[in-house]
C-alpha cells in the first residue's frame, strides 16, 4: 500500500502555468510508475500523463503535449506534472495514481492501484 497526496492545484488565468506535486509515504516508490488523470465536472476521467519506474520515459495525452512536462524526484519519493499554456479546458481536478513496476496500458485508470484525493485546477478565460 502506498498512500499519494497531491498539491499545487489552484486559480490561474488561460495561458499561465502550474506545478502539481504527488507526495508518497511509500519509501519504495521509485518501483513504482506514476500516473496523473484528470476529471472535469460531467466527464469521464482521463489519462494526462505518465513516468516509468525504471529510467523515467514519459508518456502524455495528445492533449497536453507539449504543454505538460511529468517528472519525478526519487529521493523525496516526489512526482512532478509541470503545467504550462494552461487552457480553461484543463480545468478538473486532477489525481496521482500509481502502481508497482508498470502500468499496462499505461493510459488506462485500471492499471493503477492506488489514488490521491485530487487537486483543483482552474483555468480561467
Known amino acids: 500500500q502506498v498512500q499519494l497526496v497531491e498539491s499545487g492545484g489552484g486559480l490561474v488565468q488561460a495561458g499561465g502555468s502550474l506545478r502539481l506535486s504527488c507526495a508518497a509515504s511509500e519509501r519504495s516508490f521509485i518501483s513504482y510508475t506514476v500516473g496523473w488523470f484528470r476529471q472535469a465536472p460531467g466527464k469521464e476521467r482521463r489519462f494526462v500523463a505518465a513516468?516509468?519506474?525504471?529510467?523515467?520515459?514519459?508518456n502524455y495525452a495528445d492533449s497536453v503535449k507539449g504543454r505538460f512536462a511529468i517528472s519525478r524526484d526519487n529521493a523525496k519519493n516526489t512526482v512532478y506534472l509541470q503545467m504550462n499554456s494552461l487552457k480553461p479546458e484543463d480545468t478538473a481536478v486532477y489525481y496521482c495514481?500509481?502502481?508497482?513496476?508498470?502500468?499496462?496500458?499505461?493510459?488506462?485508470?485500471?492499471?493503477?492501484?492506488?489514488w490521491g484525493q485530487g487537486t483543483q485546477v482552474t483555468v480561467s478565460s
Open positions: 495514481a500509481a502502481t508497482r513496476f508498470t502500468a499496462q496500458p499505461v493510459g488506462v485508470q485500471g492499471a493503477y492501484d492506488y
Open positions: 513516468i516509468s519506474w525504471s529510467a523515467g520515459s514519459t
